[in-house]
């Protein structure tokens, strides 16, 4: 057979094999329309995606003796062999990795690889393993809610920057942490805690179960580019009820780069507070069942504190309760067991297929507030990043008036568990709040120092009666946190593609570097198969978008991030709206139009751009015409009228001018509803004084480039 046609024959054959669908029996439903909605569809086969390695880093792939029954044409990696003493084994029960490989396999043929990267030594085999094997694409939908500044630098991110380095699109998952953070300045009191947000020393959190886990993380910007260079500065990290009696603590002693570690010292500058549901009746620990961080046994066991005493009848709380009990916090250090040197965790949230999925945007939050200082306080106060606060029959405690009273407090959720402690929230009362606060041992702070507190739930949304109607809301709500600038380590790096979604869990940005964040949404992240399972979360957007870039580099063999990017940034829809970051558009607004929009619709804008006409637009998540406050609903509203919807600043009283011509003075903001032309091709000329308001999902999801287009595509 001649040449010619032993080539045509090996062509029609990897084609054949690129159009079939995947051997396993597990399908994702839906495969054809996530194609055509993700842009996809319109590029043909190219015969170079099935010699194109993608790598998905992940903890774990679910058991390996099943793991071809799912993806049997994907290859693992696994650093965790003879060879490999020391390493962390993958995960078994796992299967976050694996579902991140079936999303990408289903909807196109590439060259896969699963690879390990549970713990940062295996983080390093695996960029040295990728580097070595030509990988072009890698995906890696885990966050760190530590080891990292908060503005792309740190170890961790020093181990991407290499990959990144050498021209391998890197893609992360923007994270579920909607909502779920606290940012700060370290300000300190005359007593060594810090005040956290203005005066008040404690961050509220409320807990709306019974035996209800969580997860806290304190992190402050102290690491260096290596893993124990350590830090000289040192936060501990304690939770109190509204007894006023410390529930849990986390007290590590940070320090710098030395030979060995001391008992309960850490070179890392961060604290974590676990929460499970053992309880002392049930388990204990033992010096030799308890390890630390890097796997090897501890001989010094978890605190554990005693249950404080249950109020009786006619013991009432004393006044300042919280205050008094942070004067009491000052007896000796006993150091707990670091935490499991490992990533928060995968950016999915399961769930079977026949079940109502997890509540996605059932709670409105706000975002960053963009300000020209990176740290400056939110420009709302109380709860911005949350539900409002909720009409409850007794007011939240404050640091100024007494916690509620007669609060009956199970003692039986005080556990001593093996790794690390663990302790499960209770209601307590009809308010159900804890208290985070945050204690200094250092007193070698300065003006660019940070901290981060991190509060992620273990349990699912539940529905509470507020405002005589049931609403759903987190099953542990973080009431204090501050708007945006929740993208965790690796997603903060500049050089990495962060993908994220208009639902109320995905992180926003900018990062503390002012890099806005994520450069990516697409609409929705759910993913059903057809054996019953699915997921969504930010780790399904980051794979959904994994086979984009395959098909566009396989179209296009010198496409780069930066391309992506600015194509991702591009002039938008038909209506030609140019995309804009928050801080870019901030300026050019009157005064407290962000404030305004944010306070009515309960969130931050979350996106925004301008016309060709020079009218700017803000999105938010719902749809304006929800926004019954701003904007009454006329009497003659119909479903099917198309409006639009603007806000107009009014002056009232004197303006002023600064020296870029941006008018300042008291200001009423009134809405405006207008009606679309219905007939011809009569268009709304408005004017530029008013400020639309869109739903932010039509304004800048990533929409893929047509053949034609990637071929224009340029930095």
């Known amino acids: 057979m001649k040449k010619q046609q032993w080539l045509f024959l090996v062509i029609i054959l990897i084609i054949t094999q690129g159009l079939c669908a995947s051997d396993s029996p597990v399908s994702l439903e839906e495969a054809r329309a996530i194609k055509k909605i993700l842009g996809i569809d319109k590029f043909p086969f190219d015969p170079s995606l099935a010699t194109m390695k993608v790598a998905v880093w992940d903890n774990g792939f679910g058991k390996k003796s099943e793991l071809k029954e799912y993806l049997p044409n994907a290859e693992l990696i696994d650093f965790s062999g003879k060879e490999y003493k020391n390493n962390k084994a993958l995960d078994e029960s796992e299967i976050h990795g694996r579902t991140m490989g079936m999303i990408i396999d289903r909807l196109v043929k590439v060259d896969l690889k699963l690879v390990n990267a549970n713990g940062t030594t295996n983080l390093r085999l695996a960029k040295e393993w990728s580097i070595k094997n030509g990988v072009k694409i890698i995906l890696y939908s885990q966050n760190w809610e530590y080891n990292g500044n908060f503005d792309g630098r740190g170890f961790l991110n020093s181990i991407v920057n290499e990959v990144t380095n050498t021209g391998i699109i890197f893609t992360v998952a923007a994270g579920n942490y909607g909502g779920r953070v606290y940012n700060g300045k370290v300000v300190k009191g005359d007593d060594n805690w810090l005040k956290l947000k203005g005066d008040q020393k404690c961050l509220r959190i409320k807990s709306n179960l019974d035996r209800n886990p969580l997860r806290m993380v304190l992190a402050w910007n102290s690491f260096t580019d290596q893993e124990e260079g350590g830090t000289d500065k040192d936060l501990d990290l304690y939770l109190l009820d509204e007894t006023g009696a ?5 007290k590590l002693r940070q320090t710098l780069a030395k030979k060995e570690l001391g008992k309960g ?13 053992d309880t ?20 010094d066991p978890a605190e554990v504190l005693p249950p404080p005493p249950i109020p009786g009848p006619g013991k009432a709380v004393p006044p300042n309760g919280i205050e008094r009990a942070l004067k009491k916090i000052d007896g000796p250090e006993i150091a707990p067991l670091p935490a499991p ?22 709670t409105p939050l706000g975002k960053s507030d963009m ?6 306080p939110p420009i709302l106060s109380e709860g911005s990043a949350q539900l409002p606060p909720p009409k409850l029959e007794l007011p939240a405690p404050t640091l100024e008036q007494p916690a509620p009273r007669n609060i009956v407090d199970n003692a039986s959720t ?4 093996v790794k690390t402690k663990r302790v499960l929230l209770n209601r307590n009362s009809k308010n159900g709040y804890y208290w985070a606060c945050v204690k200094d041992h250092s007193n070698n702070w300065d003006s660019r120092d940070r901290i981060r507190l991190t509060v992620l739930e273990r349990r699912p949304e539940v529905k509470v009666r507020r405002d005589r109607q049931f609403q759903d809301v987190k099953s542990i709500e973080f009431v204090d946190a501050t708007t945006g600038r929740e993208i965790m380590v690796p997603g903060d790096n500049a ?6 979604d208009p639902s109320s869990y995905s992180a926003i940005g900018p990062t503390m570097a002012n890099v806005e964040k994520p450069e990516i949404f697409l609409p929705s992240s759910v993913a059903d198969f057809s054996d019953g399972e699915g997921s969504l979360g930010t780790s399904n957007d980051a794979a959904y978008f994994v086979p984009v870039i395959a098909t566009l580099l396989a179209n296009r063999s010198d496409l780069n991030r930066e391309m992506i990017v600015k194509w991702a940034k591009r002039t938008l829809n038909a209506d030609k709206i140019t995309s804009l970051t928050l801080a870019e558009i901030a300026p050019k607004l009157p005064p407290k139009v962000i404030e305004m929009v944010t306070v009515n619709s309960g969130e931050r804008p979350v996106l925004a751009g301008q016309y060709a006409d020079g009218r700017y637009v803000l999105g938010i998540k719902q749809n304006p015409s929800e926004l019954r406050g701003l904007f009454p609903m006329p009497d003659d509203d119909k479903s099917d009228i198309d409006y639009r919807y603007f806000i107009q600043p009014v002056f009232v009283g004197p303006v002023t001018f600064d020296a870029f011509g941006i008018p300042h003075g008291d ?12 007939t011809g091709n009569r268009t709304m000329i408005l004017p530029k004084g008013l400020i639309e308001i869109r739903k932010a999902m039509d304004i800048r999801m990533w929409q893929t480039p047509t053949p034609e287009q990637l071929k224009e595509m340029t930095l």
Do not use: C, W
């Open 246 to 250: 410390v529930r849990a603590s986390s």
């Open 265 to 277: 010292e850490s070179f890392l500058a961060r604290e974590i507070i676990e929460y499970e549901a």
């Open 280 to 299: 002392i009746a049930e388990k204990t620990s033992t010096a030799s069942n308890l390890y630390n961080y890097e796997g090897e046994p501890d001989a």
């Open 341 to 362: 040197m490992v990533a928060a965790g995968p950016q999915a949230i399961p769930y079977k297929r026949g079940m109502v999925p997890p509540a996605t945007v059932a």
């Open 371 to 376: 300000a020209t200082d990176p740290f400056a």
């Open 414 to 417: 005080i556990q001593r568990v």
């Open 495 to 500: 050089t990495v593609i962060t993908v994220g």
């Open 667 to 678: 200001i009423e903001f009134h809405g405006r509803r207008f009606r679309k032309p219905d």
